[in-house]
C-alpha cells in the first residue's frame, strides 16, 4: 500500500498493512523554508514548497493541506492579529457589530480561499497519488465562536434560537468550502471544531450534533472522507461525536485513548491521535517520542481504524528530528528503538519562571492555563472571557495566562494539578476545566472569592 490507500482504508476501517503516520505538518512546516507563520499563509507557493518538504522529509501517509481554523472567518469580515510563530487569531468579532442576516457566504474569491485552494489542486498535481490529503475546514461551532465571540455562551443559554441562526450559516458556509476543496484533488475533509469540547454535553447535543452531521453526510455525498477533529478533553461527548456519522475523529492526549478505542470499534469509526503536542513533541527527545508513538500503537492498533498522528498543529518549534524519528519507527526503519538518541534537543536556560501569587482578602487571582491563546481557539476564548469581565472588577482582580509551550509552563501546570487544557483557576483552585464560562457564571465564581 502507498500512504493514501493506507489512509483512506484506515477510514473506511479496514486492514491496513501497518499503523497510517499523519503529521499536522501545519506551521511548523514554515521552519523548512526560513520564514514565519504568516509568510507560509499568506502564500499558496510558499505552502506548497512547504508541504512538499514536509512530504519529502518526514515520509507521511497523510499531509494536510493548511491549518488554519481563521480563514472563513477572515473572509466573513473578522479581523486577524498574525503572529510569527502561530497561525492567526481572530481579534475583531464580526457579529458583534453586525447581524447575521448583514453578512454574505464567502466565495472562492474572497479573502485567502484562493491560497488554500491553489495550494490543494498543486499538492493533488504533485502527491495526491501517493499520499492522502486532508482538506482542512473550519468547523460550524467553532466558526460560530469566531464570529460572535464569548457571546456565543450566553446566547446558548438566553439566545438559543439567535445561536441556531448562526450554526445554519456557519454550516453552509463549511458545506460550500468542502465542495470548493472537492474540485482541487484532495480526499478527506477535516472539519476542525475544537470549541465543541469546551461546551456540556447537553448544548453539544442541542447546538452541535444536527449540524456536524449535516456536514459529515454532505461530504460523504460529495464522495470524500470526512473526519471531526476536536482538541481538549473531548471525553463527554465523545460518543455523541461519533453518533453524527463521520468516518473519523482526531483528538489530543485529553482524550484516553483505550476510552476512544471503545467507542470507535462500537461505531465503526477511525481514531486519530494522540501525540502530545508539547510534553513530548516539543520538548521530548527523539527516544521519548519513539516510546509515546509505540505506546499508542500498541493500544490502538488491536482494531482498524487507528492513525498515529499529533494531537493537533505541531507547534512552530516542534524539532524535525522528533518527526522524523516517529516516521522512521513507524516504517520499521529501525530494529531497535534504542537506536534513537535519548538526548533533547531544546533548550531551557532561557525558560521564564511562573511565581507564586500571594492570595489576599478582598482580591481575586485568576491564572488561565493555555497550549498557546494566539493559536489555540478554546485557549483564545477563555482568555477573552476573562478579559471582557476584568474592568468590572478594577485592581480587585488580577490575572495570567500560564503557557504550557515552555518547560516552566509545564512545570506550573503539574503544580497546579492542570490535567485539561484550557483552565481556568481562581485563587489557586480549579474552578473552569475545559468549559469556556459565559460572563455570568464568571461573575458568580469572582465574586464568591471576593
Not at 485513548?257 to 470507535?264: N, P, S
Request: glycine content about 6%.
Amino acid at each position: 500500500m502507498n500512504g493514501k490507500e493506507r489512509v483512506l482504508k484506515a477510514l473506511s476501517f479496514e486492514e491496513v498493512d501497518r499503523t497510517p503516520w499523519m503529521p499536522y505538518a501545519g506551521v511548523q512546516t514554515a521552519n523548512f523554508l526560513n520564514i514565519d507563520a504568516e509568510q507560509y499563509l499568506k502564500s499558496a507557493d510558499n505552502i506548497v514548497n512547504g508541504i512538499l518538504k514536509a512530504y519529502e522529509v518526514y515520509k507521511p501517509d497523510g499531509l494536510p493541506v493548511a491549518f488554519d481554523l481563521q480563514i472563513e472567518a477572515e473572509a466573513l469580515g473578522c479581523e486577524l492579529r498574525w503572529a510569527d510563530n502561530n497561525p492567526p487569531a481572530v481579534v475583531k468579532h464580526i457579529l458583534e457589530e453586525k447581524t447575521i442576516d448583514d453578512i454574505k457566504y464567502p466565495t472562492e474569491n474572497d479573502g485567502r480561499y484562493p491560497i488554500v485552494l491553489e495550494a490543494a489542486r498543486k499538492l493533488s498535481e504533485a502527491i495526491g497519488d501517493k499520499v492522502a490529503l486532508y482538506a482542512l475546514i473550519c468547523g460550524p461551532f467553532t466558526l460560530a465562536s469566531h464570529l460572535m465571540g464569548t457571546n456565543l455562551f450566553m446566547d446558548m443559554i438566553m439566545e438559543p434560537d439567535k445561536v441556531h441562526k448562526v450554526m445554519k450559516f456557519t454550516t453552509k458556509v463549511a458545506k460550500d468550502f468542502s465542495t470548493m476543496y472537492s474540485k482541487t484533488g484532495v480526499h478527506i475533509i477535516a472539519a476542525v471544531d475544537p470549541m465543541t469540547t469546551q461546551i456540556s454535553p447537553e448544548h453539544f447535543e442541542e447546538f452541535v450534533s444536527p449540524y456536524l452531521t449535516e456536514l459529515n453526510t454532505y461530504v460523504k455525498e460529495l464522495g470524500l472522507k470526512v473526519t471531526t477533529f476536536c482538541c481538549g478533553d473531548a471525553t463527554k461527548s465523545f460518543e455523541l461525536m461519533c453518533k453524527t456519522k463521520p468516518n473519523g475523529i482526531a483528538f489530543d492526549e485529553n482524550v484516553d485513548l483505550k476510552f476512544a478505542r471503545q467507542l470507535g470499534t462500537k461505531y465503526k469509526v477511525s481514531l486519530g491521535g494522540n501525540l502530545p503536542l508539547t510534553t513530548t513533541m516539543l520538548f521530548g527527545s527523539p527516544l521519548e517520542n519513539v516510546q509515546e508513538a509505540k505506546k499508542e500503537i500498541e493500544i490502538a492498533s488491536n482494531e482498524p481504524g487507528f492513525i498515529l498522528s499529533p494531537g493537533c498543529d505541531m507547534p512552530f518549534d516542534t524539532p524535525i528530528e522528533n518527526i522524523k524519528a516517529i516516521s522512521q519507527f513507524v516504517r520499521g526503519e529501525f530494529s531497535s528503538i534504542e537506536m534513537f538518541t535519548s538526548e533533547r534537543q531544546l533548550d531551557d536556560d532561557k525558560d521564564e519562571v511562573f511565581e507564586d501569587v500571594a492570595i489576599e482578602k478582598g482580591k481575586a487571582f485568576i491564572e488561565i492555563v493555555t497550549l498557546d491563546s494566539e493559536g489555540c481557539a478554546p485557549c483564545q476564548y477563555m482568555v477573552e472571557s476573562v478579559k471582557k469581565v476584568a474592568p468590572q472588577y478594577g485592581d480587585k482582580l488580577r490575572w495570567r495566562e500560564t503557557l504550557i509551550k515552555s518547560k516552566a509552563g509545564i512545570k506550573r501546570t503539574m503544580e497546579l494539578g492542570v490535567k485539561n487544557l484550557p483552565a481556568l483557576l481562581i485563587n489557586n483552585e480549579i474552578v473552569f476545566d475545559n468549559i469556556v464560562p459565559d460572563e455570568n457564571s464568571l461573575k458568580v465564581e469572582i465574586d464568591k472569592r471576593l
